[in-house]
């Protein structure tokens, strides 16, 4: 345990004092593997190197938690690259840790090689690897252990020194109040209705932008990437991101509650929302200069991140349209139609999803 905890440190060059306890916000002191908060006495374990802010038996996943446990010790033996390779047979999943373009989004927020980010959701470290390239300190935070025991793995046999893997919650951040450069959420927000599903989604959706707020510095940024609740693509009947259903994104909360109850037993909980909503949730958070982009062809994989603006947004479907000889008549028909309502409506209120960049 020590010599995880040894190399923990030597991974991050990070000073443990810089958490906070994520319930009262009073100092931490280290013990031994662990930390003791001097104002309510809890204590947070530190496991195999990876401080532990919340329960490390919670497990949400692309695969079941047994496969999971099965990755990491062949990641720790053969190297994480070859265990993904062998165990990995989902091309979504494949191409969801494996593609770098998922951190295009960061060109669009001002940063530099000493700027402080965290990383809220981490997954499998698709963000966090990349951005750790060009930002000083990445602290990378995830609900799930597995998951920050896999970047922690990554990191370190990719050699990236300034990467901190944190188990923690997004509406209780273990970091204190104006520390950091950055906070994203790059499809995590429409999840935290997860975290309790007794409570409303909207409610935890805004205490988790509402600590963002409380951790950035004075002018620093928030970041969301997500889905349109009124996405075309929704209402020409694709099923659903989150729910892998048709149309519940599109129906009155209580409904799709209710459809999701019948279908499946359970709530509707993954909540997205219209652009203006979006923005709304951030001015709640006291976020102000809020810009929205469109990331083509979702914010997921992005191949270009455009202002969201009728002029930028018209003019790269027209591009893709002159050159799209490679596209299905049905791609086509369904850009065709979605410049067509763009240029009606006047911003792109009927893209897939979208990017946001808000300051404080």
């Known amino acids: 345990m020590r010599e995880h905890k040894e190399d923990s440190m030597k991974l991050t060059g990070t000073n443990l004092g810089e958490f906070c306890c994520p319930e009262c916000k009073g100092t931490l002191e280290e013990a031994l593997e662990a930390y003791h908060c001097n104002s309510c006495n809890r204590k947070y374990l ?32 053969l190297g994480y690259r070859r265990a993904f390779e062998k165990h990995i047979r989902d091309p979504f999943i494949y191409k969801y840790v494996g593609d770098d373009t998922r951190s295009l989004w960061i060109s669009i927020i001002p940063h530099t090689d000493r700027s402080r980010f965290l990383d809220i959701g981490c997954g499998w470290g698709t963000n966090a690897l990349p951005i750790s390239r060009e930002v000083g300190l990445v602290y990378a935070l995830d609900a799930t252990f597995e998951r920050v025991k896999f970047v922690e793995i990554r990191s370190r046999q990719d050699g990236r020194t300034n990467i901190r893997p944190v188990l923690g919650s997004a509406i ?17 927000l429409e999840w935290l209705g997860g975290i309790d599903k007794k409570r409303s989604p909207i409610e935890l959706q805004r205490e988790a932008l509402s600590e963002a707020w409380r951790v950035l510095k004075p002018g620093g940024y928030a970041y ?9 693509r929704y209402m020409l009947g694709e099923p659903d991101d989150h729910s892998f259903m048709r149309f519940t994104s599109l129906m009155p909360r209580n ?14 909980f993954t909540h997205t929302h219209s652009l203006a909503e979006y923005c709304k949730l951030l001015r709640e958070a006291h976020f102000s200069k809020i810009r929205s982009y469109l990331p083509w062809p979702d914010y997921r994989n992005p191949t270009s991140i455009i202002p969201l603006e009728r002029g930028s947004v018209t003019k790269h479907l027209s591009s ?9 008549f049905r791609q ?18 009927l893209c897939h999803s979208f990017c946001f960049v808000a300051q404080k």
Do not use: W
């Not at 209710?258 to 509707?268: A, I, N």
């Open 332 to 349: 086509q028909v369904y850009i065709s139609l979605l410049k067509f309502l763009t240029a009606c409506e006047g911003k792109g209120r």
């Open 46 to 77: 530190i496991q195999e190197g990876i401080p532990c802010f919340s329960d490390v038996s919670t497990y949400h996943g692309e695969v079941p938690k047994p496969l999971m446990s099965i990755i990491l010790k062949d990641s720790d033996q």
């Open 224 to 232: 969301i990437g997500i889905e349109n609740r009124y996405s075309l």
């Open 172 to 188: 209780k951040l273990p970091v204190p109040n104006n520390s950091l450069d950055i906070v994203a959420f790059n499809g995590v």
């Open 320 to 328: 893709l349209l002159s050159n799209g000889s490679n596209m299905s």
């Open 255 to 268: 409904l799709a509650n209710l459809y999701c109850y019948l279908r499946t037993g359970g709530p509707y």
